[in-house]
């Protein structure tokens, strides 16, 4: 079995982790070298002294050097080889490691078609299903995170079901959008409608990375592809999979603000170091009881210690619980094989108000009707409905905590009530976060449908086939805002404070609406060729695509509705005109695509790709732009020499 040994750059990250580094000391210190059957060095190596959180990695010529004793154990791993362990016995060790058989000889997905990992030509890493589950994250692009050498994964917030941005190889523009192109099942998709697959779904992903992988793309692999394969069903028993899974999640390493105390005492240092004496509104605003000053003597001053002592991030978190339940079957004959999945998914966020539900459909079949002729389709169904965040992290941890969450004096009469119970803030700039995450309402829905149908035509030749694939992406978004009218400033406080008083009250409610809708699709038609001639190995494919996307979206807001009541949250109830946009496009994209893998006794291989696109966001005359690529290669076979 042969590897392809491509050393263009060599990138070492070491993250912040509890990660030992060996030091500068010499007492204890175990060197050498890691090299391949073919004692070729070994970069990138992860070198570890068992059962410890010490570890090292090998440097460009396969070296390294590591804190370890006589008698311990060193632990080598290394993408597409054998875990190796050596125990320590002296200064220096020279170490050899195999390769991982069963994975050079995996087949894995291109563009447009498979190979052998043993024969890939292209930087390629491919990440499979089992471990995208074994994550137990909420969608696919987190679930990427430390699965694939030079793929950075940084999640965009921490609400629940919250996506992740994923960079191949870097950042490739500093003004160019420069998110990857997903195809799913042959069929290109956005990256949200990519996050509502459900990860059980996922046969395996892999991710295109340099040029020679990516070219048969055209322009859009500039930023890496990620192939997205879904589960077929196999011919055999039928299996039928039940899973449940319940957690919870708390917040750690919280930021801990001043408390009633001391605030005061650090207002009241303040004052004393700036020769002032404290200012009475301030000595009053720790003595509140909720309805205005409590005990006074006979000055007016207060009698009793502070009542009030509001801890605002107890007050707007909480244990966050996740439970997810999944029933998948599958199954199949010689000729027709299914797979059907249905899946739920509830996540709270740790701050309350934020929540994410999603439920998901997939069924996929294939039948063949004899050895010549292939049909088959897959579809995919998913509703997701989430909550944002009413306010900024920092919002919640900045108000004073002088100030209680409900107001006592509040009138329970009052219509408004819900709305107008809350505290305003007494000191701080900021407003009551209670009040803003209750009051405020951001509600996002999205329902997605995507699949394609195919047939798979052998035209009678050994390794000929012809495949002709139709497919779809409907994805749906609304997104609906209501801000209430309510009323916070205290009427029986003379010592309120009363900054930012703009938002302690809102005299005019407003919704808002958005609403997106697109239909994206793809025709596809691909000639491909694999045969095998004595030493020599051909790959080929040919083919034409024609892809449209085009879509909708409009946003409307009116204002002052007659009630803050569910029945008024609804932009035609307002009796203010708002503002309103609209928008539609269409957008066309034709391609001719040509890729060659030629291999040569397993020891010389060759790729050469081209892709001709034309797009209708061009001018006529500029629409069309050719991508090559040529790659040529030497593999080196174990237990011989090139």
Not at 187 to 211: G, H, R
Not at 327 to 332: M, N
Not at 386 to 399: K, M
Request: proline residues 4%; hydrophobic residues 30%; negative net charge.
């Amino acid at each position: 079995m042969m590897k392809l040994w491509q050393f263009l750059s060599v990138i070492l990250i070491l993250s912040i982790s509890p990660l030992e580094i060996s030091g500068q000391n010499n007492s204890g210190i175990v060197s050498g070298s890691v090299f391949n059957s073919g004692q070729e060095p070994l970069v990138g190596v992860s070198v570890f002294v068992k059962g410890t959180n010490i570890g090292t990695m090998t440097d460009a010529d396969g070296r390294f050097s590591v804190k370890a004793e006589d008698g311990q154990s060193l632990e080598f791993r290394y993408i597409g080889y054998d875990t190796k362990v050596v125990t320590v016995n002296g200064k220096t060790m020279s170490v050899t490691m195999s390769e991982n058989q069963v994975i050079l000889d995996d087949v894995v997905v291109i563009g447009y078609g498979t190979q052998k990992k043993s024969d890939l030509t292209g930087s390629l890493s491919s990440v499979k299903g089992e471990d995208i589950v074994k994550t137990g994250d909420t969608n696919i692009t987190q679930s990427l995170q430390g699965k694939a050498p030079g793929v950075y994964v940084t999640s965009n917030s921490g609400t629940p079901g919250a996506g992740a941005t994923i960079r191949i190889r870097g950042y490739g523009s500093i003004s160019t959008d420069l998110t990857p192109l997903y195809v799913v099942d042959g069929q290109p998709m956005e990256e949200s409608s990519v996050n509502t697959i459900n990860p059980i779904d996922i046969e395996n992903i892999e991710v295109l990375k340099d040029a020679s992988a990516t070219a048969i793309y055209g322009s859009r692999g500039a930023n890496g592809v990620i192939l997205i394969t879904t589960k077929k069903g196999k011919s055999g028993k039928t299996s039928i999979t039940f899973d449940a899974s319940f957690g919870w999640s708390n917040a750690i390493n919280r930021v801990h603000m001043m408390n009633s105390d001391q605030l005061y005492g650090f207002l009241e240092e303040a004052y004393e170091n700036d020769g002032m004496r404290m200012p009475r509104n301030i000595t009053r605003l720790y003595h509140l009881d909720g309805e205005g000053l409590g005990p006074v003597d006979e000055y007016g001053e207060p009698t009793d210690i502070n009542v009030y002592d509001t801890d605002w991030w107890n007050e707007t978190t909480q244990t966050a619980f996740k439970h997810s339940y999944n029933l998948s079957v599958s199954g199949g004959t010689d000729k027709l094989t299914s797979h059907f999945s249905i899946g739920y998914l509830n996540q709270e966020g740790i701050v309350m108000t934020s929540d994410y539900e999603r439920i998901t459909l997939r069924v996929n079949n294939e039948y063949k009707f004899n050895k010549w002729i292939t049909i088959g389709q897959t579809l995919g169904a998913a509703y997701v409905k989430s909550h944002d965040l009413n306010t900024p992290i920092n919002e919640i941890l900045l108000p004073d905590p002088f100030s209680p969450i409900y107001a006592k004096n509040a009138d329970k009469q009052d219509p408004n009530y819900e709305f107008n119970k809350y505290m305003g803030s007494q000191y701080s700039y900021y407003s009551n976060p209670v009040a803003k995450l209750n009051r405020q309402k951001k509600e996002h829905l999205n329902r997605n449908i995507d699949g394609t149908a195919y047939l798979n035509i052998n035209l009678g030749l050994k390794g000929l086939d012809f495949k002709t694939m139709l497919g779809f992406e409907l994805p749906e978004y609304t997104y609906t805002e209501f801000n209430p009218f309510f009323d916070l400033r205290p009427n029986d406080t003379p010592y309120n404070m009363c900054t930012n008083v703009e938002s302690k009250f809102l005299l005019e409610n407003s919704v808002a609406n958005t609403s997106s809708t697109e239909l994206n699709y793809t025709f596809q038609n691909t000639l491909s060729y694999n045969n095998q001639f004595g030493k020599h190995s051909i790959s080929a494919v040919a083919g034409f695509t024609w892809e449209a996307y085009t879509g909708r979206s409009f946003t409307a807001e009116r204002l002052n509705t007659p009630s803050n009541s569910d029945a008024f949250q609804i932009v035609g109830a307002g009796t203010k005109e708002g503002t309103s946009t609209g928008s539609r496009y269409e957008n066309y994209l034709i391609s001719y695509l040509g890729r060659i893998n030629y291999n040569y006794a397993d020891r010389y291989l060759a790729t050469v790709s081209v892709r001709a696109d034309g797009s209708s966001k061009f001018a006529p005359g500029n629409r069309w732009g050719t991508f090559p690529s040529f790659f040529f290669g030497l593999a080196y076979r174990s237990g011989g020499v090139l």
